[in-house]
């Protein structure tokens, strides 16, 4: 975040520099061009960068991610205090899922459908959250687990599951189909 504060702040002095250029120009051709064309140049610049760093962040996150990650949900977003957005809807936040592993066999003879991954739930400006995840791949179904240990039969009996539809991209990301 701080990178895109220096950021910003350089568009401002970029945008002036070209509106200090603008009024020495026009001095030479007779008549110079107002003092305040510099802050209002100024002030375009950051705003525009910040306008093109709220439409081009998760493009940016998508490029950092492993081959392995993808995206399965995303959702756009309208504000009032940025005009801009009802213009084009932009990314509020997203989630990706990363392909999942096969748990350890032998706890139960139905967890060879099993796959244990990783849910990322990205927003602007905050936080990345990972959500450990169980996906069974023969029926279409999800439950969060708490731990990265190893799963015993009787911690594996107590998880609770929620149905997923059988072509949900989590499931096609997860069991890779």
Same mark, same amino acid.
């Given at each position: %975040?701080?990178?895109e504060f220096i950021a910003t702040i350089t568009a401002g002095f970029g945008m002036a520099g070209i509106a200090l250029i603008i009024r020495h120009l026009t001095?030479?051709?007779?008549?110079?061009?107002? #003092?305040?064309?510099? =802050?209002?140049?100024?002030?375009?610049? %950051?705003?525009?960068?910040?306008?093109?760093?709220?439409y081009n962040w998760q493009q940016q996150q998508i490029d950092r991610? =492993?081959?392995?990650?993808?995206?399965? #949900?995303?959702? *756009?977003?309208?504000?009032?205090?940025? =005009?801009?957005?009802? &213009?084009?809807?932009?990314?509020?936040?997203? %989630?990706?899922? *990363?392909?999942?592993? =096969?748990i350890a066999a032998g706890i139960t003879p139905a967890t060879e459908d099993i796959r244990r991954s990783n849910?990322? &739930?990205? *927003?602007?400006? %905050?936080?990345?959250k990972i959500i450990p995840q169980l996906v069974n791949c023969s029926q279409p179904a999800i439950t969060s687990v708490t731990s990265k240990d190893a799963l015993s039969a009787a911690s594996f009996k107590q998880l609770q599951w929620q149905p997923l539809a059988a072509d949900d991209e989590i499931i096609k990301a997860v069991c890779q189909l």
């Open positions: %975040m701080i990178y001095k030479f051709a007779g008549k110079q061009a107002p #003092k305040w064309l510099i =802050p209002i140049f100024a002030g375009i610049g %950051m705003l525009g960068f910040q306008i093109h760093q709220e991610l =492993p081959e392995q990650v993808k995206v399965v #949900k995303t959702v *756009e977003g309208q504000v009032w205090y940025r =005009p801009w957005s009802y &213009l084009k809807p932009q990314v509020i936040r997203f %989630m990706a899922v *990363e392909a999942g592993k =096969p849910i990322y &739930l990205f *927003e602007r400006r %905050m936080s990345t």
